[in-house]
């Protein structure tokens, strides 16, 4: 098992080095003239000149990759060419923002999902499974937008218990946050809710087929023993996987959601950037971002792999 | 203490009842081994799961009591009824990797039905576990039951659950067809530890199969089923010896048997199908379609259960007259021995392969390669064929024998071009043939075919079987479209199907059916060598004859060698002229089919002969069995491979050096240490009822 993380630890390294090369090569094919961007339209050609040659833009390519990348792994992310502060410390905390709201919306989907999956799954064909999946189908079928506002519209209009908006202040307590948190995060959850059901159900449903569930049944098990001791342990496997990588996927996939609430996240902070052809800003966003999604997904690969025999046994 | 009576199954389909189980009646007594034999959709299986309540979504009771110590199973509530399966009742399943849960260790498997039924304490529950893997013959059973079930073999896979099974102590155990899945040795070996577990405890056991060897081996009465009747029961060895019922009778027939071979023997064949659930109309003898001697009241009587001799049961309008001898219920259809076309090959052989190796890499991934390579470990390999050399002569029929781990099929996807060989030297009527089948030119492609084991998934569903049988004619054999629909429909004569097939889509044909338009696709370029690959394994009994013999006659007429591969000894028997018998790798032994049954034989297929379960009463002295599993591929033993296992290890000589092919006639050899003479005096002393010294 050792040799398979450290194996898993190197392809991620590698998957950040090639993906930090494309986000380079990216952001360099992006049209506008940096030192133009920054200086104004009337600047003059000397001025740019002097602009360019302080920031090493003349430098080769390959140069200014090599300095870019160690400077991101040394935490020297430099200034944002928009807002002319560090970036470094802009985007930790956009960071901390948006890994709140991941959480909470972790907390209820994932044992909600599980939950309604598992039931769906039970009694497939019936009523409780006809009703859970026409449910989350029909759900998953509105964009963010849509049910952000429905929400908005029933939660904060009509009944008035929840604020329309999430601008939470850099300082704030968690307990002055968390009601702005609450309908972001159900917004988030709807999202996943389908998929999430959807394959549970499907992964119970493949279980409950299987000879073994058969073998359990005629030892004389009672129905939930077998559920719970033999058929969850199985079926759940994807699922868990699932939502591993579902919390690389709302580090940044939350961008819709973050604008419609005004949650200042860090998907907001991309889109902010883009619009404002900020390089660096964009660059140490879209970083974040891979490692983020990358970090997931190795935590999804391992605990797969711990929890599957097959594989555990293997290595 | 088991008491079926008039049970009645259906399965819903489209809101129809369509029958699997009709009327079954069966009385077991304690103690008692009852076989249940059938084909696919003979409705054994059915009666299995009625029994334990496990009839899948659509299958419904439609009639009739399953009496159990007293209490009928099928009124009993839920909870009542899972008290007493888990308690009385025990199941063997057929396929042992899935039975079991892939997420638990053996060991907690087995003391968990212990901890629920028998209310043991976790200790005791763990002892219990490793006594009851010991008393069923595994190695090491602490490291068994401490293992999750893919770590362990199919063999002992099955060990647990029947370990399993037995641990609860039931009353009647049904075993539902527990060794199909695995190899003949270790079937035998099985089949032995039921045999004398089920005798020790004196359980009742309810054994459900389609091999008649195996129910001759192991049950003191058999019913036979038929399309969801019950048309004979009887004790086993007067049934066999008299089978009443012309399905049975034809059943055993139809079977090849060791020491039949085709050159003095013909098989008979059970004309027609089983038929499907929605072709058993009520109101007549479900096998008259297919019987040699139905009459007209067969069409249109159902006959009724009657006494026969003893106390067996038959199921049949005409069986006084079958017992009196008046009549012969046996299958008529037999093929007529064709003349074989006189080859225009000449006289060398039509395959040739001298020094084959086919050895892979083995690494675990990309990395791993790569660290094997910087610290200089050296590459493991998987030595599937090592060191073969085999010829086949013109219109000839060579018989590959071996268990899994062999590498028979590999030897054979490496001749057709489907895998590239490692090294050796292969030629095809004298000209060399190439590794690859990209290499190969359009006329060498025409000389090899192959038929593959499955016909299932052999042909393409989305072209009807006469664009199917058009195919090579087109692109082998350079015929026009018009030419190769001719063909088409001769090939189609050839396998006896009737022509309005061209236009179907295989997935209106049963098996069989598929299994002739796959001889007929081979067969339409007349190839020089056709390389069958277990051809009729996943065929039902009943229509097994019928293929082999289809696949005979075909060959002779075209005058086509052929490669047979399986691992039934019998079918290869009867079907060959000379056999290879191949284990770990290499071949052990090249003999003639006929003489199968006589010795001198290599060790390991001694082994093979005594593993098959027959049908005469065996020999007294079936005691040589082997221990242990096929060795891995990559960690191979030295000198002779099967030395670990060889019954009749000499010493030392075996472990160091390769033994010596010791010629034996006509061609044939074996390698082994021990030489011929010595070895045919003690293999038939051993078969006589000596055991093994």
Known sequence: MVAYVLRRLAFLGLTIIITSLVIFIVTQMLPGDVARVVLGREAGDEALAAFREAHGLNDPLPVQYTRWLANFVMGEWGTSLSTRSEIYPLVMERLKNSLLLTGITMLIAAPLATVLGVLAGLHEDKPTDNAISIASLAVVGLPEFVTGLILIQIFSRWLGWLPPNSLIESGATFAEKWPMLILPAMTATLVLLAYIIRLTRAGVIEELGRPYV?????KGLPRHTVIMKHVLRNALLPTITVIAISFGWLISGLIVIENVFNYPGLGRLLTFAIDRRDLPLIQAVAMVTVVGFGLANLIADLLYAWLNPRIRLSY | ????????????????????????????????????????GSGKTTVAMAILGYLRGEGRITGGR???????????????RIKVLGKSIALVPQDPMSSLNPSMRVGAQIAEGLRYQLALPKEQATRRTLELLELVRVPDPSRVARSYPHEISGGMQQRALIAMALGVEPELIILDEPTTSLDVTTQAAVLDLLRSLIHDKNT????????????????????????????????????????LHPYTKGLLDSVPRLGQNKSGYELPAIPGRIP????????????APRCPVAIERCFSERPILESAMGDGQIRCHRWPEIASGEISH????????????????????????????????????????ITNAILGRPTRTVKAVDEVNLSIRPGRTLGLVGESGSGKTTLARTIVGLVERTDGVVTMTGLPLPSRLSERDINTLRQI???????????????????????????????????ARGGARRMLEAVGLPVDYLGRLPGRLSGGEKQRIAIARAFATNPDLLIVDEPVSSLDVSVQAAVLNLMERLQTENGSAMLFISHDLAVVGYLADRIAVMYAGQIVEICSAETLSEF????????????????????????????GDVPSQIDVPSGCRFHPRCPRFLGQVCVDVMPPHQQMEDGNWIACHIPPKELQEAQERSYRGGGVE
């Open chain 2, 204 to 243: 009742a056991a309810l054994y459900i199969t389609h091999n008649l060897g195996v129910v001759a081996q192991l049950c003191d009465r058999v019913a036979v089923l038929y399309a969801s009747e019950l048309v004979e029961d009887g004790e086993t060895q007067a049934l066999f010896q008299n089978p």
């Open chain 2, 276 to 287: 499907a659930l929605t072709e058993r109309p009520p109101g007549c003898c479900v096998f």
């Open chain 2, 66 to 80: 399953i009496e159990f110590e007293g209490r009928n199973l099928l009124t009993l509530p839920q909870s009542e």
């Open chain 2, 449 to 483: 075919q192959f038929i593959f084991q499955n016909p299932e998934e052999a042909l393409n569903p989305y072209l009807t079987i006469g664009e199917t049988l058009q195919r090579p004619f087109i692109t082998i054999g350079g015929k026009s479209r018009a030419e």
């Open chain 2, 600 to 627: 001198p034989h290599h060790p390991y297929t001694e082994a093979l002969l005594h593993a098959v379960p027959g049908i005469a009463p065996q020999p007294l002295g079936q005691t040589i069995r082997l221990q």
């Open chain 2, 1 to 40: 203490m088991l008491n079926i009576q008039g049970l009645s199954v259906a399965y819903e389909q489209n809101g129809v009842l369509l029958p699997a189980v009709r009327d079954f009646s069966l009385s077991l007594a304690k103690g008692q081994t009852y076989g249940l034999v059938g084909e696919s």
């Open chain 1, 214 to 218: 058969r073998t359990a049944t005629l």
């Open chain 2, 330 to 369: 046996a299958v008529k259809e037999t093929f007529a021995p064709v003349k074989a076309r006189t080859s225009t090959m000449g006289e060398g052989d039509v395959l040739d392969i001298q020094g084959l190796r086919v050895e892979y890499l083995v690494s675990r991934s990309i990395t791993d390669a």
